[in-house]
């Protein structure tokens, strides 16, 4: 989904050199925030605004409660480099995100979830009916922490308004996860492997 106005991403942050831009995406990514909407008392209901999500790296010098170590820093060095290819990243990360943007992502999830033309879309073919054909048994489940960037969350309540918007032509589903971060993967597989295979069997 597009960013907001005053959303923040490493990559356009004016402080950074582009040299640094690639250990800034990572720390990013891989970070713990903690975000006021998520940790507002259970029978409160905040607004759904970025003044509810927390933008930037979270600081060590933070509350020691509310701080954690990136994931990036749990994961031996030699295993990193052994999961990441900066080479192609460096070419294409630039593209992706400014493909973000401009709508094309948006347009291509619009036509992946059925979810029909989106408001101010290229796209001038009704995603339903010309997608629903295609593995019409397939489902989606969208697994987020609680803990991850704030373009998770903020991902998250569009995708949400799209479906009362108009529905999808597949089924979507929510798993939150409780103090996860974008990479549970990395930082606890037992569980993500669980909460895959329980997702998998999971009835429609």
Same mark, same amino acid.
């Given at each position: 989904?597009?960013?907001?106005?005053?959303?923040?991403?490493?990559?356009?942050?004016?402080?950074?050199?582009?040299? +640094?831009?690639?250990? @800034? %995406?990572?720390?990013?990514? &891989?970070?713990?925030?903690?975000?006021?909407? *998520? $940790? !507002?008392?259970?029978?409160?209901?905040?607004?759904?605004?970025?003044?509810?999500?927390?933008?930037?790296?979270?600081?060590?010098?933070?509350?020691?409660?509310?701080?954690?170590?990136?994931?990036?820093?749990?994961?031996?060095?030699e295993a990193f480099a052994a999961?990441?290819?900066?080479?192609?990243?460096e070419r294409s990360e630039g593209?992706?995100?400014?493909?973000?943007?401009?709508?094309?992502?948006?347009? +291509?999830?619009?036509? @992946? %979830?059925?979810?029909?033309? &989106?408001?101010?879309?290229?796209?001038?073919? *009704? $995603? !339903?009916?010309?997608?629903?054909?295609?593995?019409?048994?397939?489902?989606?489940?969208?697994?987020?922490?609680?803990?991850?960037?704030?373009?998770?969350?903020?991902?998250?309540?569009?995708?949400?308004?799209?479906?009362?918007?108009?529905?999808?032509?597949?089924?979507?589903?929510?798993?939150?996860?409780?103090?996860?971060?974008?990479?549970?993967?990395?930082?606890?597989?037992?569980?993500?492997?669980?909460?895959?295979?329980e997702k998998c069997r999971q009835?429609?």
């Amino acid at each position: 989904y597009a960013h907001p106005k005053g959303g923040y991403h490493p990559l356009y942050d004016p402080n950074i050199p582009v040299s +640094q831009h690639s250990k @800034a %995406l990572t720390a990013w990514l &891989a970070s713990y925030f903690s975000h006021p909407f *998520n $940790n !507002a008392l259970s029978d409160a209901q905040p607004e759904r605004s970025l003044s509810q999500l927390a933008l930037h790296i979270p600081l060590s010098t933070e509350v020691k409660a509310e701080y954690k170590q990136p994931s990036h820093e749990n994961i031996l060095p030699e295993a990193f480099a052994a999961s990441v290819d900066p080479i192609p990243a460096e070419r294409s990360e630039g593209a992706f995100y400014g493909a973000m943007r401009n709508g094309t992502i948006y347009d +291509q999830l619009c036509g @992946a %979830l059925c979810l029909g033309p &989106a408001p101010d879309s290229n796209v001038s073919n *009704n $995603n !339903a009916e010309a997608q629903a054909p295609v593995l019409p048994d397939l489902r989606v489940i969208e697994i987020y922490g609680t803990r991850s960037m704030w373009t998770v969350q903020w991902g998250v309540w569009k995708l949400e308004e799209d479906l009362k918007r108009g529905g999808a032509g597949r089924p979507v589903g929510f798993a939150r996860v409780e103090g996860g971060n974008h990479f549970l993967h990395w930082d606890d597989p037992d569980a993500f492997l669980k909460l895959m295979a329980e997702k998998c069997r999971q009835p429609y």
